[in-house]
């Protein structure tokens, strides 16, 4: 099974934030696949599927972000999956523009508390993930506050076809071919 991660604050007030764009395309995952992510269970919200032929569960912990790893570990452990091939975890990247994707097989946690807290737990930085561009934080803005914050109408619609791209990412994944996704979506997306 193929364990998937969207990582995201629980709670109304952070809906639609830039720190919670893991669990919008978890969220665009469920809608294409009919997959229902209700089960609450692992400190998540958890919901089994198939895609691309592969058998997966979509999770969105609640654990509030920077505890990401809690709820991924719980998941881990009871499943018993392989973290360096059946594990991929979504999730904003300030470094990247605004629908941009980049998918990587490993790396440092950039930053990231959640991924930072995702690496204490499962004891490996070595897991797939696809990052999804936010925008660049403005000068003179608290990083905090920023992620926080809700995109621009503009913007929001270049985060949808960001979303399409990181779901079509991840039917790539799941059927092993990380290589093929990351050369088909880390090109970067020239602005006219």
């Not at 893991?22 to 692992?42: C, L, M, P, Q, W």
């Not at 506050?145 to 995109?151: I, S």
Request: with cysteine; net charge neutral.
């Amino acid at each position: 099974m193929f364990v998937i991660v969207g990582l995201g604050n629980p709670t109304a007030e952070y809906a639609g934030t830039r720190h919670n764009v893991g669990f919008d395309v978890i969220d665009a995952i469920a809608e294409k696949y009919n997959i229902s992510v209700t089960e609450r269970k692992h400190r998540a919200f958890c919901g089994k599927g198939i895609i691309a032929g592969q058998k997966v569960l979509l999770v969105k912990p609640q654990t509030y972000m920077n505890l990401s790893g809690e709820s991924v570990r719980s998941v881990l452990d009871f499943y018993k999956v392989d973290v360096e091939t059946e594990l991929l975890v979504i999730f904003d990247d300030v470094s990247l523009d605004v629908g941009q994707l980049r998918i990587r097989k490993k790396g440092s946690a950039g930053g990231h508390n959640g991924i930072k807290n995702i690496i204490q737990h499962v004891g490996t930085n070595v897991f797939q993930r696809i990052k999804v561009g936010v925008g660049e934080k403005p000068k003179n803005y608290d990083l905090a506050d920023y992620v926080l914050g809700h995109f621009s109408k503009a913007e929001k619609e270049e985060m949808e076809e960001g979303y399409k791209k990181a779901v079509n990412a991840v039917e790539f994944i799941v059927q092993g071919e990380v290589d093929a996704a990351m050369n088909e979506f880390n090109k970067k997306i020239v602005k006219e």
